[in-house]
């Protein structure tokens, strides 16, 4: 696995005074904002703060006093250090499971995970084999995600 996870981008400035706008890429905003780092470019950057708003994260980085400064970061993607993430045991980085086999309870491949995309409910697994299939991303029908094998095992239903 890559030393570092990406998390988001920066999509704007926001004020005045140097913060910016951040797309999160990673589970929400607020989890976002439990970083006291980030990375631009493999430069850290201290988060001085930073708040949710809507599903943007908006902070204020060390040396990013000015809307200049800000503004020539637009379009950046921003990188976390995987060792400040503490994932609970059985949780994923999506980007560390695309490309995994996915396969039914009875262990018949079903295709491969190739997106995974955010909604309302919850997210969604893109999973392309014989076709395409849409699986919700909660415990009902993502029964098991084994890293060691990069396999994922789904409950699939009717007309899924």
């Known amino acids: 696995m890559k030393e570092y996870v ?3 981008r920066i999509v704007n400035t ?5 913060e910016v706008k951040i797309e999160v890429w990673l589970d929400s905003p607020e989890y976002f904002r439990t970083f006291k780092r980030l990375y631009l470019g493999g430069t850290e950057k201290k988060i001085l703060s930073a708040r949710p708003h809507k599903s943007f ?3 204020r980085l060390e040396g990013v006093d000015d809307l200049n400064t800000a503004m020539a970061l637009k379009g950046k993607t921003v990188e976390i250090l995987r060792a400040d993430a503490h994932l609970k045991k059985g ?5 560390d499971i695309l490309g995994f086999t996915v396969v039914d309870e009875q262990g018949k491949e079903v295709g491969r995970l190739v ?3 955010e909604t309302p409910a919850s997210m969604i697994y893109v999973v392309r084999g014989e076709r395409e299939h849409l ?3 909660v415990k009902e029908f993502i029964l098991s995600i084994d ?3 990069e396999q994922i095992r789904v409950h699939l239903i009717e007309g899924m």
Not at 14 to 18: E, K, L
Not at 91 to 95: A, G, I, L, P, T
């Open 147 to 149: 890293a060691e094998r």
């Open 57 to 59: 994260l908006i902070a």
């Open 6 to 8: 990406e998390a988001g």
């Open 135 to 137: 699986i919700p991303a």
């Open 14 to 18: 926001h004020g005045v005074t140097g």
């Open 115 to 117: 997106d995974a995309e």
């Open 91 to 95: 949780e994923f980085f999506v980007q």
